[in-house]
């Protein structure tokens, strides 16, 4: 492909998706819908009260991981001045480097995909029904039933924590494989929550890679696939919900 020569030599260049459609054209053969995004909404609230009971810092919001949304007129004074323009209106930051938990934008999603995996396996065995306060899972029996189980994902840090911290607290055996670029401080958090780091010389696609040939063959194992996972991005998601009542 003559562009990819261009890019990689290092030539500026200006590219068109060719399968680029409005949304009006795609909408009814999407593969998401808003109702998977508000089925992700009611697992998060069916989960709050675990959420709540395992980790106190999310009391406040009763177990509902949320970032705040902050006023910041020195931002916006900055960028009138860069810009030679006035702004109307105020400029607002959505703090996602503050959500509970973990503490980045991939705690969203990660966590979601773990929760609606425990929830998953509990009801096949008929240890949960959606009617029941999940509160219980908070407990040995859930964390002994879940200790049989692998949770496996590929990163360079913020979603391994976010996947590491709940799945380690749910009671899940948790492997983080993470990349050359991973800070070690991420490394050393994940290990002091029981989480197994595996460490590669190479990049993140190699992390992503060997994370998920080596889950396939654990009939046990279920790897969160960041490049691929409906799951993870339902998660994230269910922001759009929150963000419209913060506003």
């Given at each position: ?7 990689k030599a290092l030539k ?126 908070n407990s040995d029996r ?106």
């Amino acid at each position: 492909m003559s562009i990819l020569n261009d890019i990689k030599a290092l030539k500026e260049v200006f590219w068109i998706n060719p399968k680029y459609e409005s949304f009006d054209n795609v909408k009814d053969s999407l593969e998401v819908s808003k109702g998977d995004v508000l089925d992700a909404e009611k697992r998060l609230n069916r989960f709050a009260p675990y959420i709540k009971s395992a980790f106190p810092e999310t009391a406040s919001s009763g177990g509902i991981i949320e970032s705040p949304i902050a006023k910041i007129p020195n931002m916006k004074k900055r960028m009138e001045s860069d810009l030679d323009k006035k702004i109307s209106g105020e400029l607002l930051v959505k703090l996602d480097s503050n959500l509970p938990i973990a503490g980045s934008i991939k705690a969203r999603g990660g966590i979601y995909e773990v929760l609606k995996h425990a929830e998953t396996l509990a009801i096949k065995k008929d240890m949960l029904s959606v009617e029941d306060d999940y509160s219980i899972i908070n407990s040995d029996r859930f964390r002994d039933f879940y200790s049989n189980y692998t949770i496996q994902v590929g990163s360079t840090g913020n979603l391994g924590i976010s996947i590491g911290i709940m799945s380690a607290k749910l009671g899940f055996k948790v492997k983080v494989h993470m990349s050359r670029d991973a800070k070690q401080w991420k490394k050393d958090l994940l290990r002091s929550k029981g989480v197994e780091v595996i460490e590669y010389a190479s990049d993140y696609s190699k992390a992503v890679e060997e994370g998920r040939k080596l889950s396939h063959m654990n009939p046990k194992s279920y790897f969160i696939d960041d490049e691929n996972s409906k799951d993870l991005f339902m998660g994230y998601a269910v922001a759009a919900f929150r963000l419209k009542v913060q506003l």
